[in-house]
Each structure stands twice: as structure tokens, then as C-alpha cells.
């Protein structure tokens, strides 16, 4: 079952916690954010937590496809 | 395509910024306070004559930052304005950050910068530092947010840019409303353009690198990421080196320059700056890049920081050599008491659900 995050206008570490209180057993989370540095915040702690990271988007509107390996 | 940055980035990111600060300290600045925002935003806040009791002078290595920071975001196509979350709150919180960072004499930069030229208060006040980041992380992991921020008006993400290029005409133009200490820390200063030049780098470096001086230890208790704790260390190595070769390393606690030695407010003014940074998202050098880059919460935080700076010194808060002052150490309690409040009021259990679908 895919999940969504909605974390627009947060700003680090508030996406990167969000993300975390679903990481556990989810298997695909679509994760939204505005800044490149949540992306790369959030692309770092899913990596560690064995998903793989791709991103459309850009200039103030990612959306991250996080996939467990 | 890779979307994180490799560790040798913020290495690389940390020996620039160790050069910069040696150079700069080479060239005039003042000693173990080669860069330091906090204290650079006090010397600007007395240039502007909005405190005339401590040093004056418009820094041109911050009107470099926050410009290195725009013209970069705005070729990487980051510069985004964007506001609204929380600006009063956030505003409060610069000042109450500010008055700590005084009450120790320096904001995390020049902590490094400090620790690199031997000072041992600044390893005391260090403690601290790492205590009021836990504090705030405490909050955060109970939910703690000042709420999502919106897009704005252009205007609004280049405001802040502008207002720098003013102060750099008004600084090389030096009308005689503009003030400018003849002795003391603020009539010690490189010249304009390196200073300007140094600033730009740092801004630049700062902006592509993520560098803060606070995110750092946070993602490394939060989330077991020590990717930034190399930048600072990066930092430290070389600066250190860089007063070893000059000969101003000199390690003890007394006679450090610009510092005091009570050990207690060292620690407790540090413990504010963590704390409330950590509220804030961002170490001070943080919110001079993000208000650069057209967050303009972060460039009202750094409005908060010039309003602390001139309460410090027209108050008597703001510590010298000589040690803390009674008013300062009032003001930390009060201080700190607000932070508090903003963290209590702020943090609801269910707010780091919200946003969430399955």
C-alpha cells in the first residue's frame, strides 16, 4: 500500500520526522516537499532505512518516490 | 543521478571556510572572531546606530554572505520566497538567541572559531551548546513546529538581498549617520573587499553545502547522520593550524581575546543559543543564508537577532572581558523562560501525523 506525506512548506527536520513515523513497515511512500535540502535530508534517512530514493519536481515542488529495496 | 552529497563535500566546504576565517583574521579581523555572525550582526546593528554602546560597524563579509547565498540559489534555481510560519515567534526566538549569544560572546561559528585558537571557555560553553540542542530536540521529537511556511510575493524573496546592497552603498559611501568604532573589536576589520569577498565565498559555500552549525549535532542525535560533525571539524583543523603557523594559538581560559572566563555563563549562554536555534531550524549563519536564498522567516529571525544585539548593549546586557552583567544574567533567565513557552506552546503530540494518507 503506497502512503502519503505531505511535508510542503516544512522546513528540515520536520519532514525527515514525518517520514519517520511511517518508514516502518511501509513498502512505497510518496513524499512531498518544497526545499532541495528535504530532499536531500529525506533521500539521506530513507537510503539508511533500505529504500530507494527518485525525485520529480523542482524549484519549490519535489515529489519523492521512496521504494522499499 | 545522485541526489545527496558526498562527505568530501562538507569537508571541502569546511577547510574553505577555515581559510576564509584565517584569512580574513590575517588581514585585520578581530582575534578568534575572524567570522562570527552574531557578533558581526551587533557590529552592524552599532554601524546603523541602533545600539551605541558596543562596537559599530556595517560588516561586509554579512552583506557578502547574504548575497554569496542569493546569486548561488538563484543560478541552482533554489531561490524560492517563501514565509508564514511563525514570523512573530520566530522573530522573538532570534532575539532571545542573540542575548545568549552575547551573554557567551559568540555564536557557533566563532565557538569553533574559538576552540581553534585555544580558548577553553569556548570548550565549556560548548556543553551547553550541545545541552539546549537536546532540549530542542527533545520538543521536536514530542511534535514540536512552528507550522508550514507559503509561497509569497517575488518581492518578498528579493527584499532582503536589496536591503543588503543598500547597506554596502551606505557603508562604502559613509555618510555621517553611519557610525564606526575607533577602537575595540568593531575598529578592528579587514578591508571592505576582502571582507566582501570572504563573505561572498562563505555564502556561496554555505548555500551549496547546507552547512549550519546547529543541523549537524541535531541529525547526528536524531537520526544517526554525522555527515555535517565533518564540516566543523574540517573547520577547526584548519584554523587551528592556520593560528598555530601565525602564532596566535595560545590554549588556557585566561586572557583569551574577546571572552571571559565564568564558566557557568559560558555554558548557560551557549545552552540558549542551541536551544533556540534548534526552534528555529537553523544556527545563525543558517538563517543568513536561508533569508538570502527568499525565506523571509528567516530573514525576520535575523531582524530578531539585530533587535537582540541593540537590547544587549544599549541594556548593559551583553558580556565584555570583563565578565557577564547583572542585567545580562536577568535577561538569560527571562530568556530562557520565553524559549520554553514558544517550545511548550508549539509542541502537540499529533501535528508530525498530520499531512499523512495511506
Given amino acids: ?69 | 543521478m545522485k541526489i545527496t552529497r558526498g562527505k568530501w563535500s562538507v569537508v571541502i566546504a569546511g577547510v574553505i571556510i577555515g581559510l576564509v576565517a584565517a584569512v580574513l583574521g590575517h588581514f585585520g579581523n578581530p582575534g578568534n572572531m575572524q567570522l562570527c555572525i552574531a557578533c558581526f550582526i551587533r557590529d552592524t546593528t552599532g554601524g546603523l546606530g541602533l545600539q551605541t554602546a558596543g562596537p559599530q560597524y556595517i560588516r561586509p563579509e554579512l552583506i557578502g554572505i547574504v548575497l554569496g547565498a542569493f546569486i548561488i540559489s538563484f543560478i541552482k534555481r533554489e531561490h524560492a520566497p517563501k514565509g508564514g510560519s511563525s514570523p512573530f515567534t520566530r522573530f522573538i526566538l532570534g532575539m532571545c538567541v542573540m542575548v545568549g549569544a552575547l551573554i557567551f560572546l559568540g555564536c557557533p561559528i566563532r565557538m569553533i572559531l574559538r576552540i581553534a585558537g585555544g580558548d577553553l571557555n569556548a570548550v565549556i560553553g560548548l556543553i551547553g551548546f550541545v545541552g539546549g540542542i537536546l532540549t530542542g530536540v527533545l520538543f521536536l521529537n514530542k511534535g514540536f513546529s512552528l507550522k508550514r511556511n507559503y509561497d509569497q510575493p517575488k518581492l518578498e524573496g528579493v527584499a532582503f538581498p536589496v536591503v543588503n546592497v543598500l547597506l554596502l552603498v551606505l557603508l562604502i559611501a559613509a555618510p555621517a549617520l553611519i557610525f564606526f568604532s575607533e577602537k575595540g573589536p568593531g575598529s578592528m576589520k579587514a578591508p571592505i573587499l576582502i571582507s566582501l569577498a570572504a563573505g561572498l565565498i562563505v555564502g556561496i559555500v554555505a548555500q551549496r553545502s547546507r552547512l549550519c552549525f546547529v543541523s549537524g549535532t541535531r541529525d547526528a542525535v536524531m537520526f544517526r547522520n554525522y555527515f555535517m560533525l565533518l564540516c566543523y571539524a574540517a573547520i577547526l583543523v584548519v584554523v587551528l593550524i592556520a593560528n598555530v603557523i601565525s602564532g596566535t594559538f595560545k590554549l588556557g581560559f585566561a586572557d583569551q581575546p574577546i571572552a571571559h572566563t565564568e564558566w557557568l555563563w559560558n555554558i548557560l549562554g551557549l545552552y540558549l543559543v542551541g536551544f533556540g536555534s534548534t526552534l528555529l531550524g537553523g544556527c545563525p549563519m543558517r538563517q543568513m543564508i536561508l533569508a538570502g536564498s527568499g525565506n523571509s522567516d528567516s530573514a525576520v529571525t535575523v531582524l530578531g537577532f539585530v533587535a537582540g544585539a541593540a537590547v544587549s548593549h544599549n541594556f548593559g546586557l551583553a558580556s565584555s572581558a570583563a565578565g557577564t552583567t547583572p542585567n545580562g544574567r536577568i535577561a538569560f533567565v527571562i530568556c530562557v523562560a520565553v524559549v520554553f513557552a514558544i517550545a511548550i506552546f508549539n509542541t502537540k503530540k499529533s501535528t508530525a501525523g498530520q499531512g499523512v494518507r495511506a
Fill in chain 1, 1 to 69: 500500500m503506497k502512503i502519503t506525506v505531505d511535508a510542503n512548506g516544512l522546513s528540515c527536520p520536520e519532514p525527515v520526522l514525518k517520514l519517520k513515523k511511517v518508514i516502518d513497515g511501509a513498502s512505497e511512500i510518496e513524499l512531498l516537499v518544497d526545499s532541495q535540502t528535504c530532499v536531500e535530508n529525506c533521500t539521506r534517512f530513507a537510503e539508511k532505512n533500505g529504500f530507494a530514493v527518485t525525485v520529480a519536481g523542482g524549484r519549490g515542488q519535489f515529489v519523492m518516490t521512496l521504494k522499499k529495496k
